[in-house]
């Protein structure tokens, strides 16, 4: 169990060393200021610059766009025996930094101790040196930071600190190392930047692009391979391409609308059709006004009764679940509403229709009545009319005992229709019988 412990750790310490040194060794990879500055590299906010990190400034380099790095002048204090006895100053990742302290001393090999911190990791290179003459000694200090110093969340200001004493002197040296490991552009975003086509958001001279764009100006979209459906190129037929649902992007595919009643249903992969456009596929289904699945239906279709207070569900984003339709079968027109869910069955309820066994089914007693009868008053003028010759195979009216429906001479639309012939053969539902 022990081994196996022990090797586990060893491997999360070598990715973790991997990742370090696997940026750092690229400079060319380096695709953002806080990589480039923390390996220890130059940084260009020129977009249009071809070598965006660089380990060495050359002529024509990204003129006038370095990202600036802010060093700290520096500043030597002289002490009652160090000279100097505290030092700062900037220390880029990668260079070094040597310089001298000067001291009297008795002993001609002084025990020298530096002790050291810092605010990142200890990849920090100190080495000393000293020598003696004539009572005084001079200790030389070579200090720097490797490239592995700064680690990914450091910030453009860390530091490394170096105390310095020496065996019989009552006095400290500190020397105080200021290490830029991110770039003071990182704070600044332009939000949907115009040199990001406005699909992005530009930081240090970087554009961070939204969902299905690439390049170094968001130039590019990425198109997915496999869609159902067929090339989209000629946006003047955006409406006939796409149902109406949506325009022919910039992949050649149609991009359906987002923030359209019922685009939580629009089929990207085929033609942005919208879920009434599906249902009125399977439209024999509204003849049979028993809820549940739809056997003539090639997929899952399910009725029910309507519900007006499903009509308020919504989705996560504030969408309806539930879409408002409308259809014609045989000059009759329905009105419905249709959701799916997430196992791809779909679900439909008629709101409104010409034809009151429907009516009666869908359970429409609320509210919505009498504007429900209204609308069948006119379709029933307007099929009385024309000739009423519909509801081919389909089970025989029934006579109406509720009384709202005897109300609203709703009987025009079934029974006394003159012109309408029962075809009692296809009479086999018993439920029927009931009413
Ligand atoms: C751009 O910034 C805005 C505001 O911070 C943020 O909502 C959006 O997601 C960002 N876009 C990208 C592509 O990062
Ligand atoms: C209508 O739907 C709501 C919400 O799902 C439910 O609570 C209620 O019982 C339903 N009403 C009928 C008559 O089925
Ligand atoms: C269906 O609804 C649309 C939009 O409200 C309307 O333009 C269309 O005429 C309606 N069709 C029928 C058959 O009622």
Redesign the pocket.
């Known amino acids: 169990m022990a081994v196996v412990k022990f090797s586990v750790i060893i491997l999360v310490l070598l990715q973790q060393v991997f990742s370090i040194y696997g940026n750092c060794a690229d400079f060319d990879g380096l695709k953002n200021c806080n990589d480039c500055i923390r390996c220890g590299g130059y940084w260009c906010n020129d977009p249009y610059e071809a070598k965006r990190c660089t380990i060495s400034r050359y002529d024509n380099w990204c003129s006038g766009k370095e990202e600036s790095v802010s060093y700290l002048t520096i500043e030597d204090e002289i002490g009652t025996h160090f000279e100097p006895k505290s030092r700062v100053r900037t220390l880029k990742v990668g260079t070094d930094d040597r310089f001298t302290i000067n001291y009297p001393s008795e002993s001609k090999q002084p025990k020298v101790e530096l002790v050291v911190n810092s605010t990142q990791t200890s990849n920090f290179r100190v080495t000393n040196q000293t020598s003696c003459y004539d009572g005084s000694c001079t200790t030389t200090i070579k200090t720097s930071p490797d490239t592995n110093f700064c680690t990914v969340t450091g910030g453009p200001s860390e530091y490394f600190n170096v105390k310095m004493s020496v065996e019989g002197i009552k006095e400290e040296a500190v020397m105080k190392f200021h290490v830029p490991c991110a770039c003071a552009c990182s704070e600044k ?1 332009e ?2 930047s115009p040199v990001c086509n406005g699909r ?2 530009l930081t240090c001279g970087v554009c ?3 969902q299905g764009w690439q390049g170094t100006f968001c130039e590019n979209p990425i198109c997915e391979e496999k869609r159902g459906d067929v090339p989209c190129t000629d946006s003047a037929r955006n409406n006939i391409e796409c149902s109406g649902n949506g325009v022919c992007g910039p992949c050649d595919k149609c991009e359906c609308f987002t923030d359209r009643e019922g685009s939580r249903y629009f089929d990207k992969n085929n033609y942005c059709e919208d879920i009434c456009m599906t249902v009125n596929d399977c439209d024999d289904c509204f003849l049979d006004p028993r809820p549940g699945r739809c056997q003539t239906c090639h997929f899952g279709l399910f009725r029910q009764s309507y519900n007006e207070s499903l009509m308020a569900q919504k989705d996560d984003l504030n969408r309806n679940l539930w879409v408002k339709c409308n259809g014609t079968i045989n000059d009759c027109n329905y009105v419905y509403a249709a959701m799916r869910d997430e196992n791809d069955e779909t679900f439909f309820m008629v709101i409104q229709s010409c034809d009151p066994t429907q009516e009666k089914q869908a359970g429409a007693v609320s509210v919505t009545l009498p504007i429900v009868l209204g609308v069948i008053a006119l379709v029933v003028a307007a099929a009385a009319t024309a000739g009423y010759l519909m509801w081919k195979n389909r089970p025989p009216p029934v006579p109406m005992s509720d009384p709202m429906y005897q109300n609203i001479d709703a009987e025009d639309c079934t029974g006394e229709n003159p012109l309408y012939k029962p075809p009692t053969s296809s009479f086999k539902n018993p439920t029927y019988g009931k009413w």
């Open positions: 975003v939000v949907w992005g958001n961070t692009c939204k």
